[in-house]
């Protein structure tokens, strides 16, 4: 089954402490990117990555990092988090960087710092 | 730069009433138009695109959307709500990014705020 799938779901972790939230997608896609959504501000883009070793940053790349070492994974990296990074995070690949490609997302990871 | 304004941050219909969920968006290009849909704890699906084919499109469940050129928007459109409907639902715009710093432009997606809709019995 095509797929793009997150972990943790769920993640609750304390001011500065260093977390890794993991995307990987099985689709043999050459682009993913980051989102977060927060209330009445629908998605934003924090990174995204059009090939291994390609990423740059999106709309809110403050405070994240990524890498992309292999075409399947696309981590996000918080060294150092803060209470305003409490959000829900979505990953999202798709084939191709063309304007008319769907991007298919991950089931979301719900993340709250104190 | 492009951008996309969904009115309405809530919507409630009751069940076999007519859902409409309103977008404009605007942008430098011609865009390409997406429907997304979010139920609750899931990520988002695709619903419906628009690439410049037909100006009716239409998409799973019931639902379609007309592009309106005059008008910039791309409202969703369903004749019949059911409960199976309630979710949040995003409108989104793709087209060419300013290229980054290695020179490439990418097909850019920019979401709209997202809006809630609520099927009564």
């Known amino acids: 089954e095509a797929q793009v799938t997150q972990n943790p779901r769920y993640l609750i972790t304390v001011t500065g402490k260093k977390l890794t939230v993991t995307c990987s997608q099985n689709?043999?896609?050459?682009?993913m990117s980051w989102y977060r959504q927060d209330p009445g501000l629908g998605l934003r883009q924090i990174y995204y990555s059009m090939n291994v070793e390609v990423t740059d940053k999106g709309d809110v790349p403050e405070g994240y990092k990524v890498s992309r070492k292999e075409k399947r994974n696309f981590p996000l990296i918080l060294e150092s988090p803060s209470p305003n990074q409490t959000s829900l995070y979505f990953c999202a690949s798709s084939k191709r960087t063309y304007w008319n490609t769907e991007a298919f997302f991950g089931q979301g990871t719900r993340l709250t710092v104190v | 730069a492009q951008s996309v304004t969904q009115l309405g941050s809530h919507v409630s219909v009751s069940e076999g009433a007519l859902v409409l969920l309103r977008c404009n968006y605007s942008s430098s290009v011609p865009p390409y138009l997406f429907w997304y849909v979010q139920y609750p704890n899931q990520g988002l699906q695709l619903l419906l695109k628009y690439t410049s084919a037909a100006t009716l499109v239409k998409g799973i469940n019931g639902f379609e959307a007309e592009f309106k050129k005059s008008e910039t928007s791309f409202h969703l459109t369903k004749p019949s709500a059911h409960m199976s409907d309630a979710a949040e639902y995003f409108c989104?715009?793709?087209?060419?990014?300013?290229?980054?710093?290695?020179?490439?432009?990418?097909?850019?997606?920019?979401f709209g705020q997202g809006t809630i809709l609520t099927v009564h019995p």
């Open positions: 689709m043999n896609h050459e682009y």
């Open positions: 989104a715009v793709s087209d060419l990014s300013l290229p980054n710093a290695g020179g490439t432009s990418y097909g850019k997606l920019t």
